[in-house]
């Protein structure tokens, strides 16, 4: 492959994993991808609005986005995201692929809305914002993306049903996006050679003062150990699947002092020789 446009690039724009916002924490889970001059945003957790204005895209300018899953860590800004981009001016058509229940969340926030979106239609003269959107429910396979080649892949996240990794194949660039899952040997295959694969990742020893700051601390906990997948086990992944780049996404814990990046380094490096980054807010790496 060659060298990818110098406007290629992937931006962190929230990087925990999970929906608490801690004082001095990043922000949930939400991503730019740019690629072949689409911008994909990717996962709409809170912060994701301004993470996106901060990495520099126009909010008139949106395009492309992507759900992985309807947790609310991945999805809580999709409705404030657009109308924010509304009322900043945009009036362009933007496509939104997620999973089945993906429509009725959409028109659920529209509801919601309602009375502000008819109001500024009606006193501003902008579009109706409504005619803007179109919702795509997409199932494991080729998605129907004009000018760009996506595929998704169900992965294993319980008890979520309908969770997709995706995978961009560019001119020049393959990157893919693992979602939320626990080990899973098909994504080996989705992924093999990949330029970047972005995958969540967890530290196990901290997931006890994480449930304890949280609540619910049994039941949270066989969640989490159930549907997420250890450090070691993404190198592990990474290393098979021939990945140039890892990118560790969605951090668990990504907000305990007594755990930070090199700790996730600690866990990869024994297994993944290839080039690391441990996914922060605001962070921008070129493809």
Known sequence: MTDASASDRLVILGSKGGPAIRRGGPNPTASL????G?????????????GLVEAGLDLKRLDLIFITHLHSDHV?????????????GWS???????????????????????????????????PDMRDLVTIHEIAEGPLDVPGLEVAALRVHHPPVTDCFALRFDGA??????????????????????ADILIHEAMLERGIDRLVAKTGNGKRLKAHIMASHTEAADVARLATRAR???LVLHHL????DPEIGRDDFEAAVTPHYDGRLTVASDGLSIPL
């Open 33 to 36: 991808l740019q690629i072949d």
């Open 252 to 255: 668990v814990p990504a907000d």
């Open 243 to 245: 990945v140039r780049h």
């Open 92 to 126: 362009t058509p933007v496509a939104i692929y997620g999973p089945p229940g993906l429509d009725a969340l959409w028109h659920g926030f529209l509801a919601s809305l309602a009375y502000d979106i008819d109001l500024r239609i009606a006193d501003e003269g902008r």
């Open 172 to 193: 020049t660039r393959r990157v893919v996006f693992s979602a939320d899952t626990a080990p899973f040997p098909p994504l080996e295959d989705f992924a093999r050679d």
């Open 38 to 50: 689409r911008a994909c945003v990717v996962d709409c957790g809170l912060g994701a609005t301004r």
């Open 76 to 88: 809580l800004e999709l409705g404030p995201l657009l109308h924010t981009a509304w009322t900043s």
